[in-house]
């Protein structure tokens, strides 16, 4: 029995510990259900998920073309802080980022490999943290738009860091932090616009992911170059599948590959 589709990241279920899912156009898996189960992954092609051709993958699932055309992809999606929409500009959809942009946007702090900072609309909460392998967050302010989201967290990322580190969250090298008292210490940075924003008084949010083995030395697996990988499937920790033989792979950063996933 196979499952066959185009890759976009795993949906999630925050339970305990979270559930994951792969989802393709006609089926779905349960990927917890395949934990200590050995796998195999064929790369099958291309499927760029704008246009759905068969071109080489550039970035977030876009060929090089639509990457530079569609309003999913444009800077503001990564840069916040360029977020034009409540002020009317368009960038490349107005009505997209309307509809995107101005929205109730959350500033956070989680620790996954470290403490960092992150912007994430509402609705994305907790699938964001999720997403990052954060076994704790909490949220800043909560502010209407991407806009002041996105200045908000600029003015304290000169403080605390905005990135993870992917090796140190997959080998869960982790420690504990107050993160209600890093949010105190980070309070007086918050821009004037966002101050009154602030939340004041919400504890954090504890994430357990279903992980029986995590990798002392992670090594990616680029399923292209490899054309087929076969694994014992024995962890699932922000957007990654991790295997027996400490290979990982991320899902995400594979969006609009096609594969093929056989069980054993």
């Not at 099958?44 to 999913?72: M, T």
Request: glycine share 4%.
């Amino acid at each position: 029995m196979f499952y066959q589709g185009a890759l976009t990241k795993m949906e999630t279920e925050f339970a305990n510990p979270i559930q994951y899912y792969l989802v393709f156009e006609n089926d779905f898996i349960n990927l917890n259900q395949l934990l200590n189960k050995t796998i195999t992954m064929k790369f099958v092609k291309y499927q760029c998920l704008n246009c759905g051709q068969d071109k080489p993958i550039y970035r977030q699932g876009f060929d090089k073309q639509c990457f530079y055309e569609v309003p999913q992809a444009a800077d503001w999606v990564m840069r916040p802080e360029l977020s034009k929409a409540h002020l009317g500009i368009e960038d490349r959809d107005l009505e997209f980022e309307k509809k995107t942009q101005l929205q109730p946007h959350i500033v956070y702090l989680a620790n996954s490999s470290n403490v960092k900072v992150g912007v994430t609309r509402k609705s994305q909460v907790p699938t964001r943290w999720i997403d990052q392998g954060a076994h704790e967050a909490i949220e800043i302010v909560e502010v209407p738009n991407r806009y002041l989201a996105g200045i908000t967290e600029v003015a304290l990322k000169d403080h605390v860091s905005d990135k993870t580190n992917w090796r140190t969250m997959l080998k869960n090298e982790i420690k504990d932090e107050n993160l209600v008292e890093w949010r105190e210490q980070l309070r007086t940075y918050i821009p004037e616009e966002a101050k009154d924003y602030f939340i004041q008084s919400n504890s954090e949010t504890n994430l357990e992911f279903p992980v029986f083995k995590y990798p002392e030395k992670p090594r990616s697996l680029n399923i292209v170059k490899e054309q087929s990988y076969t694994g014992k499937l024995v962890g699932l920790k922000a957007q990654y599948l991790i295997f027996e033989d400490e290979t990982v792979f991320n899902v995400r950063g594979n969006e609009g590959l096609v594969v093929r996933i056989s069980m054993h």
